[in-house]
């Protein structure tokens, strides 16, 4: 029996559950990618639906997937177009009789499955699915996901009383040869200019692939002993090690969840276990939950009413969501991660829910729009935390609290006391004095005048009277 796998967002070897499956069925076991350009599509906001650097990163993940398969006597086919055409036509030319792949929630993801399932269906072939995206598998939950507990806590209370997280799967690759294996496309092929700058003030230079999934894990638990600190350091915006970054890998599934687990077990035996220790799994958790809230909510994960249904009222001033974008709201903190995302494709988590909150609570501009913007650029771009986290921010998904505000000078002070981190994405404000740098855009007019001159730099005017923040 011959089986195609289409690998999705699970590029890895290691516990894959599709792999192991069709490995334990198949005689022949055809790998297969597939870059769809609604992927790379221009949305009506003006930017793509994937930009550069996310494409880049995937690129990069598919490449090394190919190399790792290779090594093991496989190979992995590529190709251009939509799923649901290309895998019924490799499904007849091999004689494969069913098609494997992991099980996606959202609404792209399912309709194309269910485009191709019919098409598979008429020359009498089907489609498998395999549920590996969590850390918790689905059908151990302690109850059906019409059930799901709105709030976090309340899942988390349950699910580690009553769930154990399922072993990882261990495959063995049977050998696969073809010709016609297909290139692995360029920037270029997809749309993109072929060469990326190279931002070398990012916190790490990221590397597409399970290969440098698995390093960065080695790194930060055993060779860095990271972990240990994981809780107090979090929070932090500047530099590689405040935080895993393993969010970056786990997107698109070079990184599988329960292998972190697994890991983060052996460090509590050989090393210590605390509450730093716990910390890394409960952000597991969470990334759980809401793939599990996008399924039980399906659609409305992705309007401005939000799970909740819930009018807020937000305005589409397409100048004023652009100078957010481009770092030019004249707040020196949303600025800065603002052009930390878009020179590098990533931002601290502190970062997100600063500048998620500065959109929508202060600005009162679109979090859709917001939300579009993160899936552009994002390298650990997650369609399911990325909306559900956006949800939360806006005050239309899953936080039990009314009305969570953040006040940004606040959040500055606290998270970047010494302007270390604003005065490195911001180098025009290298020479202000660190009990000043948060003031920047906090000044009436004149004294703005009097202080852009005095640093040479017209900084912008901020675009919300934000006295209101001194007075909290």
Not at 200 to 218: I, N, S, Y
Not at 319 to 343: H, S, V
Request: charged share 25%; hydrophobic share 35%; with cysteine.
């Amino acid at each position: 029996m011959k089986i195609i796998i289409w690998f999705r967002n699970d590029l890895r070897l290691h516990d894959n559950e599709v792999l192991y499956k069709a490995n334990q069925k198949a005689s022949t076991v055809i790998p297969v990618y597939i870059f769809d350009p609604r992927n790379f599509k221009k949305l009506d906001l003006g930017f793509r639906k994937t930009e550069s650097r996310r494409a880049s990163f995937l690129i990069e993940s598919v490449a090394d997937l190919r190399n790792n398969l290779q090594k093991s006597g496989s190979n992995l086919i590529v190709k251009i177009g939509k799923p649901e055409d290309i895998l019924p036509a490799l499904a007849e030319e091999f004689g494969a009789n069913e098609v494997y792949t992991s099980e996606e929630v959202t609404y792209e993801e399912t309709n194309v499955d269910q485009k191709l399932e019919e098409n598979l269906k008429s020359t009498g072939k089907k489609i498998v699915f395999h549920w590996q995206s969590t850390l918790y598998h689905i059908d151990d939950l302690p109850f059906e996901i019409r059930n799901l507990p709105d709030v976090f806590t309340q899942f988390r209370n349950k699910i580690e009383k009553s769930t154990k997280v399922r072993a990882i799967f261990k495959s063995e690759i049977l050998p696969f040869e073809t010709e016609n294996i297909g290139k692995i496309p360029s920037m270029k092929d997809l749309g993109f200019e072929e060469n990326l700058s190279i931002e070398t003030r990012g916190v790490l230079d990221f590397k597409g692939g399970e290969t440098a999934g698995l390093q960065r894990l080695q790194d930060y638990l055993w060779n860095q002993d990271l972990l240990k600190t994981y809780k107090e350091t979090r929070n932090e915006m500047l530099g590689a090690d405040y935080s895993s970054k393993f969010s970056v890998w786990l997107a698109n599934g070079c990184l599988s969840p329960r292998m972190i687990y697994e890991e983060i077990l052996r460090y509590e035996t050989e090393r210590v276990k605390n509450d730093s220790t716990y910390w890394l799994v409960f952000e597991l958790i969470w990334r759980d939950y809401f793939r599990f809230v996008a399924l039980k909510f399906g659609n409305s994960l992705f309007f401005s009413e939000g799970i909740q249904g819930k009018n807020v009222g937000f305005q589409h001033h397409q100048r004023i969501f652009q100078q957010w974008i481009d770092g030019e709201t004249g707040i020196p903190l949303i600025d800065a991660n603002m052009k930390e995302l878009q020179l590098t494709g990533f931002m601290s988590n502190r970062g997100r829910q600063n500048v998620a909150s500065f959109l929508v609570k202060d600005l009162n501009i679109d979090w859709v729009w917001g939300a579009a913007w993160f899936e552009s650029q994002l390298l650990d771009y997650d369609v399911c935390s990325n909306w559900g986290n956006w949800n939360y921010v806006a005050g239309v998904g899953n936080d039990p609290r009314e009305n969570r505000y953040f006040n940004i000078h606040t959040q500055a002070t606290r998270y970047d006391a010494q302007g270390n981190y604003v005065k490195h994405w911001l180098p025009e404000l290298s020479d202000v004095p660190a009990e000043k740098i948060h003031l920047v855009g906090l000044l009436t007019n004149e004294e703005q005048k009097r202080f852009s001159v005095r640093i040479g730099v017209d900084y912008p005017k901020p675009l919300v009277n934000v006295q209101k923040w001194l007075k909290k």
